[in-house]
């Protein structure tokens, strides 16, 4: 089983889980990224969550293809998750920063409005990180082009 699984079962944030095994938070990251285990760091982590070390290292010469194909599903959700969170910790940032400059831009000087600038440049940012969270399908992209030929051919979509 996944250290990061066992982790979100438990609601523990990487740190929690560091301080209750003993072990750095760079190392809980690298492990979750998949990075070979030392044997001790396994002893810790299996204490913690009560469970074998074998279950945190398990054989993969032993998995089948489902269980392979799960393992990469799951894998590419908890990306996902971390590029949505990325997207919306730096939304929420662009929010509050540019609120705050805003503040700032009308008392200090409220004749020469600077901070459209800010909010433009940022804001174009912000947009190019959204399209690659959210991946909005192109006017011209794959998908439009097999509903193309597909249309051309005669063929059901």
Known sequence: MSIQKLRLQHDWSQQQLADASGLSVRTIQRLE????ASIESLKCL??????????LHPERTMTTATDSLNDTQEEDAFAYVRKLRGFYLHLLRYIFIVLGLLAVNLILTPHRMWIYWVMGGWGLGLLMHAA????????????WERRQ???RLGRPL
């Open 46 to 55: 299996a204490a913690v969550f009560e469970v074998d070390s074998s279950t």
């Open 33 to 36: 990224a998949g990075n070979p």
């Open 149 to 151: 030929v597909e249309k």
């Open 132 to 143: 690659r969270v959210f991946k909005p399908q192109s006017f011209l992209g794959p998908q």
